[in-house]
């Protein structure tokens, strides 16, 4: 069985499950948090929940900026068993090259199946959102780029610049 992880505001999480009815979900959450591409919702597919901070490496080196950040852990069975399809889609812009063939979609999603969505997320248990600190995350990325999984120049400009300054300067001409 697999896991799929994806990024959601920790206090947007806790607005779905306080919630007494999906139907009452304020429409910043989804529109923020569950925001569709081409009908699909980006995550990154693990195999066992201690390999959740790849997922974490994967979603931040592919970030604009470098927060703290929740991420939703969700099984395998319950997307499935509340018939949502997933696609595996190869992220060829992911930085962490090991991880771009972990990237996965929960696709052809409608307005019915995003209140799936919405059910499934509001039924995991707290156990289950997994929070980083803005130095973890960093720490997280510093340690692939070390230990060579990471290709800087595939960094979003504001992340390289804390992650790589040598690279950042040679590209953007400046540290700061």
């Not at 927060?67 to 949502?84: G, Q, R, T, Y």
């Not at 499934?120 to 230990?147: G, H, M, W, Y």
Request: glycine share 2%; hydrophobic share 35%; proline share 3%.
């Amino acid at each position: 069985m697999s896991y799929f992880v994806r990024k959601i505001s920790h206090s947007r999480y806790y607005k779905i499950v306080r919630s007494e009815n999906i139907h009452d979900v304020e429409a910043d959450v989804v529109s923020n948090d569950l925001r569709t591409t081409k009908n699909c919702l980006s995550t990154w597919k693990i195999n066992d929940p201690n390999e959740v901070d790849n997922a974490i490496l994967a979603i931040a080196s592919t970030s604009d900026h470098i927060e703290k950040m929740a991420f939703l852990l969700l099984d395998e069975s319950h997307l499935i068993d509340n018939e949502l399809e997933i696609e595996d889609e190869r992220d060829e812009g992911c930085p962490v090259a090991d991880m771009a063939s972990a990237h996965a979609n929960i696709a052809n999603l409608s307005y019915r199946k995003i209140g799936t969505v919405l059910g499934v997320v509001k039924n995991i248990p707290d156990a289950e959102i997994i929070t980083r600190t803005k130095p973890q995350i960093f720490s997280l990325i510093n340690d692939a780029k070390n230990c060579g999984r990471l290709d800087v120049l595939k960094l979003k400009e504001d992340v390289m610049k804390y992650i790589s300054p040598q690279d950042y300067s040679r590209i953007y001409g400046t540290e700061d």
